[in-house]
């Protein structure tokens, strides 16, 4: 490229400065893309580009620095009428707007939460299944969500009042402190809950998904009467592959098996039979949109199994 301080701005050097942002920016592919409608236009071969073209490229390349990093280009953008010189800078830091594309400055939007709730009556041993689907409007919509920082959440639980046996309140730790809530992102998973017995494969994210179920965790009670009781949660989606993208939902399913006998041992022989409810709500927190319009749509929860 001949773009540099002392030279000539050509426009085969502006137009591939376009490029490189707007598979970014624009619409992209696989996990690259944010969606953005207000992309960066190419000149004509031999054009000037004008100091507008200049001023509108450094502010995009703002926004999109500021989404991933926290900080813009520090870049001043040429003035209408003053010569237009070579930038030193502005070629690393179009890079780094392409390198650093699945950052984001440690903030997402605001979560929506739905509550999802069914009774569990059964007699040891039994498994429970829930299901939760999350639904895009289009393939290229569910990219833009996890490629600009969106992430889709299980967030499981008994709800307070639920527990009145001890191997019910040996759920409710179960379910709230030892999974929590079961983070998605773009490539990778992680729950927000601690302790239990605790088999998990973190490195399954959105572009890891398959149309095979495939476990993200499973977890198991430290409590000595019940280290039989278990929660496993799998994940998939509408796809054969989902690689380079194409899903449109995801799947989770949450199997809670009581496996550790009813009667208590601590109670005197009383049976602590499950009799109570279970809640596996999704939490959708889409990507941040001071810097980046919610180029991903709606994005729609519901509970297929319970």
Known sequence: MSYASG?????????????????????????????????????AANATVSATEWSTMISRL???????????????????????????TLSQKITDSSTNRLNFNSTRGTP????????????????????????????????????????????????AGGSDNNKELDWTTLTGTNVGTLNIRHADNGR???????????????YQLTSTDQQALSIASTTAAYTLNTIQVLVKCNVASNTTGGATVITVTINNTDGSTDDNS??????????????????????????????????TPAASVN
């Open 266 to 299: 601590v109670g005197a022989g009383t049976l602590d039979q499950i009799n109570m409810t279970m809640r596996a709500a999704v939490v959708i927190t889409p990507p941040e949109t001071t810097n980046l319009s919610a180029s991903w749509g709606t994005v």
């Open 192 to 206: 927000t809950g601690t302790g239990g017995t605790l088999t998990a494969n973190t490195s399954i994210g959105f």
């Open 62 to 88: 703002n926004s999109a620095l500021t989404h991933q990093a926290g900080a813009g280009s520090g870049i001043t953008a040429p003035v209408t009428g003053n010569v237009i010189t070579a930038i030193s």
């Open 7 to 43: 030279q000539t701005i050509a426009a085969a050097d502006y137009n591939s400065f376009v490029s490189t942002f707007n598979a970014v920016w624009g619409t992209g592919s696989g996990n690259s893309g944010y969606g953005q409608s207000n992309t960066l236009s190419t000149v």
């Open 112 to 159: 929506a939460t739905s509550n999802y709730d069914a009774t569990w009556t059964s007699a040891s041993p039994t498994t429970f299944q829930q299901a939760r689907t999350i639904t895009f409007a289009s393939a290229d919509q569910a990219r833009y969500f996890f490629n600009a920082g969106g992430q889709i959440g299980i967030a499981l639980s008994v709800p």
